[in-house]
């Protein structure tokens, strides 16, 4: 990781990428932990167009993660509840099973902008219930994926046995 060149950052000074599928995921994420020298914990600046959501509803079996709102309206998925949210608010996204899925939601008119702070774990689970996918990951970085180490989605029905190929 390159040296920051401070420890300080404005959202606004954020590097920004932009993240979509279909018609109902579009978002513009900027990674900003790296930039600052975090290494322990996660931070990616996120912004919602109305009406999509940046991520599907997903749970980490590893990374524990919370969500700081700092503009717009919008909705949390969180387990089989629903709750508004708007600037100010911040959501929980503990690590665990389906009952802490989570999903934010922009619902209301304007850009829907917030935080996403995290672990910063090397290997994690993650459970997708709305679509019945799992994705294990170890050593792989988002930022780089040409880096190495193992990123695989799948479905538990689909598994092979332990003893497969031996």
């Known amino acids: 990781m390159p040296e920051p060149t401070k420890p300080v950052i404005n959202v606004a000074d954020a590097p920004m990428r932009d993240f979509s599928h279909g018609g109902k995921f579009q978002a513009r994420l900027g990674t900003v932990s790296r930039l600052i020298g975090s290494t322990g914990l996660g931070c990616t600046y996120t912004v919602v167009p109305p009406g999509k959501r940046a991520f599907p509803f997903h749970v980490h079996h590893a990374i524990h993660e919370l969500f700081v709102i700092l503009e717009g309206t919008g909705e949390y998925r969180f387990g089989k509840n629903t709750y508004p949210v708007k600037a100010g ?18 619902t209301g008119t ?4 917030y935080l996403g702070i995290s672990t910063a774990a090397t290997t994690d689970v993650v459970e997708y219930p709305d679509s019945g996918k799992f994705a294990v990951s170890s050593r792989y970085d988002w930022d780089n994926p040409g880096a190495g180490g193992i990123r695989v989605i799948g479905r538990k029905e689909n598994s092979l046995d332990y003893w497969e190929g031996e």
Do not use: F
């Not at 608010?89 to 922009?106: L, R, S």
């Open 89 to 106: 608010d911040i959501c929980a996204a503990p690590a665990g099973g389906p009952e802490v899925a989570h999903q934010i939601v922009n």
């Open 110 to 113: 304007t850009d829907l902008k």
